[in-house]
């Protein structure tokens, strides 16, 4: 079904597509947060730590960050070619941006997982 | 009765200017002297030098576009009592000046040509014409009313950014308006067609296009229409491929 627009047959569909399905995981995630809050109102260290320690929570919360990094790199990609014109530059650019967002990726693994 | 009414007009003269400049005008208006198109009339009257486009003067062939206090749409439909003064009227942007009012469009027509604005049918033509059912037909409203008058693609940034790139909201509600007619027979040729990732998904979005149609149509929602059109044809491809085995049972 979806699952062949986000292949190399469809260049421009993929990143579209990528952009708005990882706009729907975060958003069901942040309802999720949100109603997980308020049910359990959290007030101290140890209440929060017993929320976040399952594993299911973790990977969704991991499946939530691997959403954001992919939307934040689409993004900032669409803005560094509507804006940066000098080809180079543009290329430095991404690539800085692309290591932080691994360095991000691997710093919010590693917290989730030392929970 | 006399009214008078002040303008600041884009001059460029690229045989005698080094740079464009912004000349003011103070003009009296007669009686009939309703749209902007009239007083620029009068303008030429007092000075030929000032160059524009116009023609039909009633919003059908969109010739006069132009930039009018900062939106783009039509001299010849805009009224001067909706103004602000001092009016400052500015070539569209985004497409090379050739002289004060009046631009190069063929970075436009060449997007427009892009997406093959004809119908494309290989079947022999019928005797007479080729049918539609009124609900088919009702599909092309909103569509085929477009004059071309540039105004929408010029108040794009996307295409201000990639002119040879994104094909811009004219072209692509032109687009929409072949891929949703029943007869056409090159929609997925059409969807191919606006495949990378410049042609068609750098529209993001932010709908100058639907605020400045002189027609009041709307290239954005013609543009997300593609876009859907192209996740149902995936949807369907799926489906008949899972039932080519149940048939050939």
Request: hydrophobic fraction near 45%; charged fraction near 20%.
């Amino acid at each position: 079904m979806l699952i062949q627009l986000l292949t190399n047959k469809y260049p421009g569909m993929r990143l579209w597509l990528s952009q708005r399905l990882s706009a729907i995981v975060m958003a069901i995630y942040i309802v999720l947060v949100v109603m997980l809050l308020i049910i359990f109102r959290p007030a101290n260290f140890n209440a929060w730590h017993a929320l976040m320690s399952p594993i299911w929570f973790r990977l969704v919360t991991f499946v939530f960050f691997v959403s954001l990094f992919i939307h934040a790199w689409l993004g900032v990609k669409d803005v560094f070619e509507d804006y940066i014109f000098n080809l180079k530059l543009r290329a430095y650019l991404q690539i800085i941006v692309d290591v932080l967002l691994v360095v991000y990726l691997i710093w919010s693994s590693f917290i989730l997982w030392n929970i | 009765m006399v009214n008078q009414i002040k303008f600041s007009i884009y001059r460029y003269n690229p045989d005698t200017d080094k740079k464009p400049y912004m000349q003011d005008y103070a003009i009296s208006l007669r009686d009939e002297d309703h749209m902007l198109l009239d007083a620029l009339i009068r303008i030429k009257e007092h000075d030929e030098t000032l160059s524009m486009r116009k023609s039909c003067r009633e919003g059908v062939c969109g010739s006069d576009a132009m930039n009018i206090n900062g939106k783009n749409g039509l001299a010849c439909i805009t009224k001067l009592s909706d103004l602000e003064q001092p009016i400052v009227l500015r070539p569209m942007p985004g497409l090379p000046v050739i002289r004060d009012l009046v631009v190069d469009m063929t970075q436009f027509f060449e997007n427009y040509n892009s997406v093959k604005p004809y119908l494309i049918n290989n079947d022999p033509p019928p005797e007479t014409e080729r049918l539609q059912s009124p609900a088919d037909r009702a599909k092309l409203d909103g569509l085929y009313e477009c004059i071309l008058c540039g105004a929408c693609t010029t108040a794009c940034p996307s295409f201000w950014w990639h002119p040879d790139k994104f094909v811009g909201p004219a072209g692509l509600l032109q687009a929409n308006r072949f891929i949703m007619d029943s007869r056409d027979q090159a929609t997925e040729e059409r969807l191919e067609n606006l495949e990378d990732p410049y042609r068609l998904y750098r529209c993001h979005n932010i709908m100058n296009c639907v605020e400045v149609c002189p027609k009041k149509l709307n290239p954005n929602a013609a543009i997300a229409n593609i876009k859907d059109v192209k996740i149902a044809r995936a949807r369907e491809t799926k489906i008949a491929k899972k039932s080519i085995p149940i048939k050939s049972l």
